[in-house]
């Protein structure tokens, strides 16, 4: 009986050592497109940072929004095949965008939060 059990096994595991292969390769290569894209959300956060200081710099009003969306458009602009290949939605570049620039900010000295506006 043992014979019979241990030829199974090892005729199990030669079928389906390439479907454990083939699931380990689309893993590995989606965590490497996963990296790439967080260094892409980073150089969108430092795109959506360098608008808010160009407004700043004129005397403009800064709009948080246009920043955003700016460095999201660079994304989307950079690494349509990898976001397509990921399954990454707008929302999720929209809050990839949101985080690098909120590092950016918070290691600014010269940004703080200013009083609260009273009505």
Do not use: F
């Not at 079928?15 to 790439?36: C, D, E, K, Y």
């Not at 920043?67 to 690494?79: F, P, T």
């Not at 939605?89 to 985080?99: A, D, E, R, S």
């Amino acid at each position: 009986m043992q014979p019979i059990v241990t030829s199974l096994l090892t005729w199990g595991c030669l079928l389906g050592m390439p479907v454990v292969l083939g699931w380990l390769a689309r893993h590995m290569r989606n965590a490497s497109l996963a990296q790439t894209l967080d260094a892409a959300a980073g150089r969108a956060g430092g795109i959506a940072y360098a608008y808010l200081q160009s407004q700043a710099a004129i005397g403009g009003t800064p709009s948080m929004n246009i920043a955003i969306d700016q460095g999201v458009d660079h994304l989307r602009q950079s690494m349509p095949q990898v976001i397509s290949t990921l399954g990454v939605i707008g929302p999720v570049l929209t809050n990839m965008v949101k985080g690098e620039l909120g590092k950016l900010l918070a290691q600014d000295p010269n940004v703080s939060v200013g009083p609260a506006v009273r009505k």
